[in-house]
């Protein structure tokens, strides 16, 4: 499996941008895609996550109300909206997928930065 992720980029604080990751190879007929952010010298952490095909959703809670992930079945392809950015949502975000919940996540995107100025 391969996870290729696009759309970061500078934004000021209080503007939008959507990121993408989309999943090539081979996955199982229900798996995981996440996504994760890391801001230099501290640890990467979890952002939302999005089962496949169903659909279900969690956010942490630093991003609740803010950001939305959303998935192309077909496409094998999450998105993740982000609203009402704040300096400190600037990282490298990273794409994951996992083949099941029993399991950590197993692949792993390039990141793509997001910047968000004051």
């Known amino acids: 499996v391969q996870l290729q992720a696009s759309g970061g980029g500078m934004v000021q604080a209080g503007g939008s941008l959507r990121i993408s990751c989309a999943a090539s190879?081979?996955?199982?007929?229900?798996?995981?895609m996440g996504w994760f952010r890391q801001s230099p010298g501290k640890e990467r952490d979890f952002v939302s996550s999005?089962?496949?095909?169903?659909?279900?959703?969690r956010y942490a809670e630093s991003v609740k109300g803010r950001f939305t992930i959303s998935r192309d079945n077909a496409k094998k392809t999450v998105y993740l909206e982000m609203n009402n950015l704040k300096p400190e949502d600037t990282a490298l975000y990273y794409c994951?997928?996992?083949?099941?919940?029993?399991?950590?996540?197993?692949?792993w995107g390039q990141g793509t930065l997001v910047t968000v100025s004051s």
């Open positions: 994951a997928l996992r083949l099941n919940d029993r399991v950590p996540w197993q692949y």
């Open positions: 190879g081979r996955t199982s007929s229900s798996y995981g």
């Open positions: 999005i089962k496949l095909p169903g659909g279900d959703t």
